[in-house]
């Protein structure tokens, strides 16, 4: 190994190949802290042409690699197995914003290149790169392209995979696949971008990107709303959707357990409304800078929302302050739940006509498995996706992390059977990584996971590339 190591060094420098304990720690755990691993080493490219030497060095040592990005994935993706036998590669130091052509609404980027950088790029040349979430400080393109991120902004914009038109690839061979063509028209075969984008380091690393612009919404009328329950939550959906057309860009679910945990963790953080309510949602309309009316749009949406009794109340941001501050409620939540102790995250997509009956339902079902587990519901409901999150039974204010973990299993299994039934999806937006591989197997068809296996094999047939990771191993390897 020593010889592998060696001829990384020569690649991208000593000084970016990681060995010590203190230096690796940090890419060795995931954001949770519930998926830990040890890597061989870490390695830190610069460029494409590194990344290409480092992954054909590795694949000539048979040493399986895990690219990995801002580490901000929450499900054990981009942390290696506990072996120590695998390099993680990091993008970090690929960082380079190569081009902005607001002409033809694209953005060339390197994979490392952090969310909020592209954001902040895009809307120096004037237009917007609409993914939104709240990792986006940390995060890299590269991996929200490995997991087909979604977030606050899907509802409009949609998915990453929506919102890229082009790919630069490193294939497990080291071979490179250019593929950074900005062009909205091209049917000349398969579909290759689309083929890497979602599957999570198993296929290629993602060295550049090509991205959709669009034009920049400066405006903003934003609503903290309280509803009565999940089907009122719906009714509002429906009434947004009519009355705000296509400046309906954000539809966020939270339920009340959630609101409580961000006001008792997140410094600052105040109930915007004076009543408490058990759910609430939090709706955005965005305009460029001519489209007027947005304000009158949500007061017309609130105005109908209490007349059909789906709305009680509502704090309507009355400038950026305020808007940021409403926002915090709902970004904070992923945070505060950490802080509050052991979290089980299930990030499900159901029909959204089905959304209010399925929670009432899970939420009976979960005390009968783990008496006081508590739900912190909350997510893209517009997308009909919940992060049904839970949070250990607190009887006397002290979070019971022992029980959640040992029932654990039986919870997640209600769950995700509970989504299955429905003809749902156990990962919505966060990708399957080491947690759900094997259950996401379980639940799709043989034929379907043939498919995958197929696709896998003809791309790297040695399997180096994130083993373990979207697809389980197979029964008896
Ligand atoms: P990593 O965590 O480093 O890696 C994730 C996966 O991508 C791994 O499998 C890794 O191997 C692979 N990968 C990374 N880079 C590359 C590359 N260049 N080439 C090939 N494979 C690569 N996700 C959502 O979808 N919506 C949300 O609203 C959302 N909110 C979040 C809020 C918080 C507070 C946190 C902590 C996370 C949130 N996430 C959300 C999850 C996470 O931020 C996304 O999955 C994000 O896309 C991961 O990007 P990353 O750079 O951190 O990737
Ligand atoms: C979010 O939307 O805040 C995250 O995707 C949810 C999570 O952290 O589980
Ligand atoms: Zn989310």
Known sequence: MSDLLDRLRDVVGAAHVLTDDADVAAHEVDWTGVHRGRALAVVRPASTAEVAEVVRACAAARTPVVPQGGNTGLVGGGVPDGSGTAVVLSLTRMRTVRDVDPVAGTITVDAGVVLADVQAAAA??????????????????????????GGTAVLRYGMTRELVLGLEVVLPDGRVWDGLRGLRKDNTGYDLTQLFV?????????????????????????????????????????????????????????????????????????????????WYVLVELAGTATDDGLDDALERLLSLGVDAGAVTDAAVAT???????????????SEVQKVEGATLKHDVTLPIARLADWTEA?????????????PVTYGHVGDGNLHYNLNAPSPDGASRDDDLRAAATDLSTAIHDAVAAEHGSISAEHGLGRTKAAAAAAYKSDVEVDLMRAVKHALDPDGLLNPGVLLPPRAGS
């Open 319 to 333: 400038g950026p302050a305020r808007r940021d501050a409403l926002w915090a409620l709902r970004e904070g939540i």
């Open 198 to 278: 979602g599957s999570e380091g198993t296929l290629g690393v993602i060295t550049g990107a090509v991205l959709r612009l669009f034009p920049a919404t400066p405006r903003h009328a934003t609503a903290w709303v309280a509803v009565p329950s999940v089907r009122d939550a719906v009714s509002l959906l429906a009434l947004a959707q009519r009355e705000a057309g296509a400046h309906l860009t954000t539809f966020e679910i939270a339920n009340r357990q959630a609101l409580d945990l961000v006001l008792a963790h997140l410094p600052g953080a105040v109930d915007p409304l004076e009543a408490p309510s058990d």
């Open 362 to 374: 899970m939420g009976h079902r979960l005390q009968e498995v783990l008496p006081g587990v508590r």
């Open 124 to 149: 120096a040349a004037g237009r917007l790169f609409p993914m939104s979430l709240g990792s986006e400080g940390s995060c890299t393109i590269g991996g929200n392209l490995a997991t087909n991120a």
